[in-house]
């Protein structure tokens, strides 16, 4: 079946650091995988997504994602985290039917000053 | 990018009450809306996928009769929750998908007194 998992619950980055999540996912053909942020009472936004092609994708408000089949995994990076980029950070998976989303349990991302 | 709508935003009923929430896609055609609940610190629980035309489709577990899921057209679709009881109070969210990609809604908080 497929999942998607988020191994670290909550993650606290000093701002000005660098940003790593990390997602690893269990699939049986080639993905289509998404990271999505959710800030406090708010709905999803997409950061960005990855169906084929390059496997370094750019996404918006400067995060990007490496998509690694070896490693089965979809990791976010931001080279320089700000304050506002402070929330919950989902990773997901189209399931094999592409009719909806696998949902990691997400990380929650603090950023201290 | 693709806009999602949701109204209301929040939601405060007596236990025994329906409550209504729309769901529009606001700059593109959505066959399939998707509505979800998510409990304080949790991930998103898919409950249904509506297909505009057709009968909603529930997940295992959400009562349909409960739950009543209209999609009536290619930008709305509606989620009624009937005879509302306080454990029903919880964060209710839904997306609509164009293409492989979800977009979703601002969500709407629902309590039940």
């Known amino acids: 079946a497929q999942s998607v998992t988020q191994p670290d619950i909550h993650i606290t980055v000093s701002e000005g650091a660098s940003l790593e999540l990390r997602c690893n996912y269990s699939?049986?053909?080639?993905?289509?995988l998404f990271w999505y942020v959710q800030s406090p009472g708010q709905g999803l936004q997409l950061l960005l997504k990855y169906f084929s092609g390059d496997t370094l994708v750019q996404g918006i408000k400067g995060f990007e994602a490496e998509f690694k089949r070896s490693q089965s995994s979809f990791n976010l990076r931001k080279p320089s985290v700000h304050w506002s980029d402070a929330a919950e950070y989902f990773c997901a998976v189209i399931n094999q039917a592409g009719t909806a989303l696998i949902f990691g349990k997400g990380t929650t991302l603090s950023v201290s000053s | 990018g693709a806009v999602v709508s949701q109204h209301p935003s929040r939601v405060i009923c007596k236990s025994g009450t329906s409550v209504k929430i729309e769901c529009r896609s606001l700059?593109?055609?959505?066959?399939?809306m998707f509505w979800y609940r998510q409990f304080p610190k949790q991930s998103l629980m898919l409950m249904a996928t509506?297909?505009?035309?057709?009968?909603?489709?529930?997940e295992q577990g959400v009562e349909k009769d409960k739950f009543l899921i209209n999609h009536a057209s290619l930008t709305l679709s509606t989620l009624t929750v009937t005879s509302a009881h306080p454990e029903d109070s919880s964060f209710y969210i839904c997306?609509?998908?164009?293409?492989?990609?979800?977009?979703f809604g601002p969500g709407t908080r629902l309590l039940v007194l």
């Open positions: 700059d593109f055609q959505a066959t399939t």
């Open positions: 509506s297909n505009e035309g057709s009968k909603a489709t529930y």
């Open positions: 699939y049986g053909a080639t993905p289509y």
């Open positions: 997306s609509a998908r164009e293409e492989k990609t979800q977009y």
